[in-house]
């Protein structure tokens, strides 16, 4: 939902989610409008919690970077932040000393999880920040459905897509080497 | 581009499209929202007329329905309303044409993508096909001269395959036998 229609930078993002009156919302932006998300439930939690979890056990064991919790949220232009479900950004783009505010660029791979109000349009639109900032690796999961689709970046802004099925298997590819993942393990 | 905020159904599209000062608009209702779409440009249009013709040829031969230009309008959704560069839709599911707009879905879609288009339009416009019934989707971009391949997938997921220059298009299951190289798709067009 479209909470303003000025456009805003991410700099406006961050002053606006530190004001009191905003505490504890989850604002994003994309293309310069802010949109409030809801706050996940149970099922959304638990699978970003046990994503995130497997994904940050194989970064930490390879050292191949660096994994971030839901809410955590990087500028990826100007005017569009965003805040996966769970990052990465690869070993070479982390800094040694940490930022306290936005990561300042995009992730290198972004787990989404759509929960029941978020439309297929919202979730495109998503998707096409991500690619477009150049995100080598986007998984939509679809607890209802127990799916993962797989986008990644093609020519020409263009995107390819694999839906993985309940009996399926994901891998990392280049941006997680040896990464693997039985979708059965993300919902159970 | 938006014309109007109101929210229309398909049958208040329709009335509207066919007022005098809206007769040479190409118009679509996304979500109960009516777009104008600008006309497209020649390489856009030579290429969907070549895909269409393709089509004709083969649907014709064998009698299997009608190939669509891009006027058509088919009634995706309550309020969806999409009209595809170019469409088949067999006989077997609609055995007559109506007088309206076409009530259901087409059974192939070819979308030609213009450089304004962005990913998550295509991606709607995808979703929105293969949601409604629509078995194949040819989605064609001229500038790198690929054509994405979308079907459904398993459990209400969409699958997608890029054929480049040296593949060959083919019908699958919704039009056996129809095959067209990606080559003549894009032949002498220029480059980017």
Known sequence: MAVQEKLYTADDLWELSHRPENSGKRLVLIDGVIYEMSPPGWLHGAIAMELGRLIANHVAEHRLGLVTAAETCYTLAPGTTLAPDVGFVAAARVPEQLPGGYVPFAPDFAVEIVSPGNTAAEMHSKIEQYIRHGTRLVWVVYPEKKHIAVYRPASGHRATVEFIGADGSLDGGEVLPDFALKVSEAFK | ?192
């Open chain 2, 1 to 192: 581009m938006a014309v109007q905020e109101k929210l229309y159904t398909a049958e208040e599209f329709y009335e509207y499209a066919q007022l005098p000062e809206n007769a040479d608009r190409r118009l679509e209702l996304i979500e109960g929202v009516i777009h104008e779409m600008p006309p497209a440009s020649p390489k856009h249009t030579v290429i969907a007329v070549r895909i269409a013709a393709s089509l004709l040829q083969h649907v014709d031969r064998h009698n299997l329905g009608y190939v669509t230009g891009a006027d058509g309008g088919f009634q995706l959704g309550p309020r969806e309303v999409r009209a595809p560069d170019c469409a088949f839709i067999s006989s077997a599911r609609l055995p007559e044409l109506p007088e309206k707009l076409f009530p259901i879905a087409p059974d192939l879609a070819v979308e030609v993508i213009s450089p304004s288009e962005r990913l998550r339009q295509i991606l709607d416009k995808v979703n929105t096909y293969l949601q409604a019934g629509t078995r194949l989707v040819w989605v064609v971009y001229p500038d790198e001269k690929v054509i994405d391949v979308w079907q459904p997938g398993e459990g209400g997921g969409m699958r997608v395959r890029t054929l480049k220059a040296g593949d060959t298009l083919d019908g699958g299951e919704v039009l056996p036998g129809f095959v067209l190289k990606v080559s003549e798709v894009f032949g002498r067009i220029g480059e980017s």
